[in-house]
């Protein structure tokens, strides 16, 4: 199997609630190592806009959507046990 890396760009950097900071990387193509690994296949599907694009991307090794740790945005919140899950209509 061929090695497959995405190319990434840091397009905002953002504050968790405990003031850890963090980047949120936006995918713009991917990469693949050729099977001589002498060579590379690029394939860009977009490019950042702005004055703060410089040309450069980073290349992080590429992780299938189903191997990748799901964030939900209700994690730590309490649980409400009052919630009527039933649709009124």
């Known amino acids: 199997m061929r090695q497959q890396y995405e190319i990434k760009y840091p397009s905002r950097e953002y504050t968790l609630s405990n003031g850890e900071k ?5 995918t713009h193509g991917s ?3 050729d099977e001589d690994k002498k060579s590379m296949s690029v394939k860009i599907d977009s ?3 702005g004055d703060k694009f410089t040309g450069y991307f980073k290349a992080f090794p590429y992780v299938p959507k189903h191997q990748q740790k799901q964030k939900s945005s209700y994690e730590g919140l ?3 046990d ?3 899950e039933t649709i009124p209509f």
């Open 22 to 26: 963090k980047t949120f990387w936006t």
């Open 31 to 33: 990469i693949w190592v």
């Open 47 to 49: 490019l950042p806009v």
């Open 78 to 80: 309490p649980a409400d």
């Open 82 to 84: 009052d919630f009527d």
